[in-house]
């Protein structure tokens, strides 16, 4: 970055956050935002309220109360990030991605904190856990949304409750839950993707499947060996032969399988056994160039029916097993409930299924350049707020690098 653009980035930043003016009723506010996104995007090592309101000439008490209890609308800040993301950043060919991310906490005062996996230390750990869902769109990434997950202790635990502020509508809920909830609004903020992906957590869940596709969402969904349906549509009944009508007793209920229909199987079982698998020579894929070099699978692939909750098959899905090249042992299995054709080729079913890394990109800038893990509040709504504020300094960050990148091509 040459000197002209480093002196034009603070003009950038202060027109930035003008957009969101409007969610404060007060000059005050305004400028704690300024302060607050101007200490995440400096050179300081640590990005917590004291260096940051320090380094802005703000006392440290008075930019702690502007996330703790100064009244703003930081729902309405999340909202008109995600307007920006679709009015000016959207790509037929976006990704949505549904990840969390966890952050290590001592004590037990935080909000929702509780010993639980955290991913970053690759253990059960003393943390609290965010459900985000992210945005990418080639060059351009974003973190779209973000949520405290509340574990089943804290929920009927009025007191603890009560000391870390969770508002009594917020109820406990399951992480696909809550992602399902953010995609719900990501909509209606007119956020649109060419498809949805996440790992096999979320891809297990009927509930959360079904969910997107009552969205009218497509998604390549990673899931687990165990995740169970058919290769062959099975037999349904969708109503009593003559000869159930005539029976005592009990009316089995209607559609069902027919008695003679195969039972779901496991995935990993249907690609070792079936024979539509077996028949299959693997076809390799380019994945994308990795940090190491190309990312190259095999891969196999045919329709696919999923058991739904109530124990019958979907609509036509694709079941894909991808193993890794240079580890055979390493395999994948990608649901999807998009079937290949001239304007979805399978190569772009496997770079959506495959296409993560972005939003752990987003995580890793967070916290190691913005400080998106550096928050010493505890409350519920603190918490929530210097989320949002966070994905707006990495928004705005990813504006910045975008427009570098494609300055760096066209003058190629």
Not at 142 to 170: F, Q, T
Not at 199 to 219: K, M, P, T, V, W
Not at 236 to 249: D, F, H, S
Not at 394 to 409: I, P, Y
């Amino acid at each position: 970055m040459d000197v002209k653009t480093i002196a034009t980035v603070g003009k950038r930043l202060k027109r930035f956050l003008g957009r969101f003016s409007d969610c404060f009723n007060r000059s005050e506010p305004r400028e704690h935002l300024a302060t607050y996104v101007s200490g995440q995007v400096s050179e300081l090592q640590r990005k917590s309220v004291e260096p940051m309101a320090l380094k802005g000439g703000t006392p440290p008490r008075t930019l702690q109360r502007f996330l703790e209890s100064v009244r703003w609308d930081e729902q309405r800040l999340r909202d008109k990030m995600q307007w920006v993301v679709a009015a000016e950043h959207g790509h037929p060919k976006a990704v949505g991605i549904v990840d969390e991310s966890a952050v290590p906490k001592c004590g037990k005062h935080t909000a929702c904190v509780d010993r639980q996996w955290c991913g970053n230390k690759g253990k059960v750990d003393n943390c609290v856990v965010g459900v985000h869902t992210g945005y990418v769109a080639e060059e351009f990434q974003s973190i779209l949304d973000s949520e405290l997950y509340m574990p089943e202790s804290w929920a009927g635990d009025l007191p603890r409750r009560r000391l870390a502020h969770i508002p009594d509508e917020v109820q406990f809920r399951t992480k696909p839950e809550i992602a399902l909830g953010q995609v719900a609004r990501a909509l209606e903020n007119g956020v649109r993707v060419s498809a949805w992906t996440f790992d096999a957590f979320y891809g297990r869940s009927s509930e959360f499947l079904d969910g997107l596709q009552r969205l009218g969402q497509n998604y390549v969904a990673e899931v687990p060996a165990d995740f169970t349906g058919w290769i062959e549509h099975p037999q349904i009944l969708l109503r009593p032969t003559p000869q159930e009508l005539r029976k005592r007793g009990p009316k089995r209920k209607f559609p069902r399988l027919a008695k003679k229909a195969l039972p779901a199987s496991e995935v990993r079982n249907l690609v070792k056994f079936s024979p539509t698998f077996q028949k299959q020579q693997w076809q390799r894929f380019h994945i994308k160039e990795g940090e190491k070099g190309p990312l190259v699978w095999e891969v196999k692939h045919a329709c696919f029916y999923r058991k739904l909750q109530n124990g019958l098959p979907s609509q036509p899905h694709y079941l894909m097993v991808a193993r890794n090249v240079l580890d055979p042992k390493e395999k994948k299995y990608f649901v999807s409930n998009q079937q290949p054709s001239p304007d979805v080729p399978l190569e772009s079913l496997l770079r959506v299924g495959f296409s993560r890394h972005p939003i752990e990109d987003c995580f890793r800038e967070g916290k190691n350049e913005l400080g998106m893990d550096h928050f010493e509040v505890r409350g519920w709504g603190a918490i929530h707020r210097h989320f949002f504020i966070s994905q707006l300094s990495h928004l705005f960050c990813s504006r910045v690098q975008q427009e570098l990148q494609t300055g760096k091509k066209n003058e190629q």
